[in-house]
């Protein structure tokens, strides 16, 4: 049983960078499993941000406009979201995902609220 | 992207009743298409994928068919656990696309 935890600031400010870290438990991140983000608001409804395999290769959502990166640490078993240059618009719960390729995500984190405020 | 349309947005059902939920895309993507179970203040959860395929441990009650651009997910005999909202997500494109949602409550 994969287990899924996001830990990152629930406050960044407008212009700054929002940072986040999923922790991985049950299984090694160096699976066949591809490792996502994605975020969820009453506007826009869950919004795909992007996924990464622990070798490195990564799709991203380019509604974002290339502002999203996501990487692996396999010696930490975790994965990270970095977003720059965020607006209240990214205001959101954050969460991170799991599964086989192509963003069916089987498994998720229990999601982290980030506010984009002054 | 792939527009994907949830139908209804909302419904009311008593328990035993059988549900149909309707998810229609912008274009064909072929089987890629998955539903994910919500309740509040928690993640989705997965439920069927690539159409008609039960998660594992997944109730039987849920199931899913389609082709094309209409999907329809049916939980055959409503039960108290099984209000929550719905939602459909291709992943026949990049990037993967949801539903709106559809938000099943009690009669």
């Known amino acids: 049983q994969v287990h899924l935890q996001e830990s990152g600031p629930g406050l960044v400010k407008p212009s700054g960078t929002l940072s986040l870290t999923c922790s991985v438990s049950?299984?090694?991140?160096?699976?066949?499993?591809?490792w996502s983000w994605v975020r969820q608001t009453p506007d826009k409804g869950l919004e795909w941000i992007g996924e990464m395999f622990h070798t490195g290769s990564a799709n991203y959502n380019p509604s974002l406009k290339s502002r999203a990166t996501i990487s692996v640490d396999k010696s930490r078993n975790n994965f990270s979201l970095r977003l720059i240059r965020v607006t209240g618009a990214d205001t959101a719960i954050y969460y991170c995902a799991g599964g086989p390729p192509a963003a069916t995500l089987e498994s998720w984190g229990q999601g982290t609220l980030v506010t984009v405020s002054s | 992207d792939i527009h994907m349309t949830q139908s209804p947005s909302s419904l009311s059902a008593s328990v035993g009743d059988m549900v149909t939920i309707t998810c229609r895309t912008s274009?064909?993507?072929?089987?890629?298409l998955n539903w994910y179970q919500q309740k509040p203040g928690k993640a989705p959860k997965l439920l069927v994928y690539a159409e008609s395929s039960l998660q594992t441990a997944g109730p039987s009650r849920f199931s899913g068919s389609g082709s094309g651009t209409e999907f329809t997910l049916t939980i055959s005999s409503l039960q108290p656990e099984d209000f929550a909202t719905y939602y459909c997500?291709?992943?026949?494109?990049?990037?993967?696309?949801f539903g709106g949602g559809t938000k099943v409550d009690i009669k």
């Open positions: 997500q291709q992943t026949y494109d990049t990037p993967p696309t």
């Open positions: 049950g299984a090694s991140i160096s699976t066949t499993n591809w």
């Open positions: 274009q064909t993507i072929s089987n890629s």
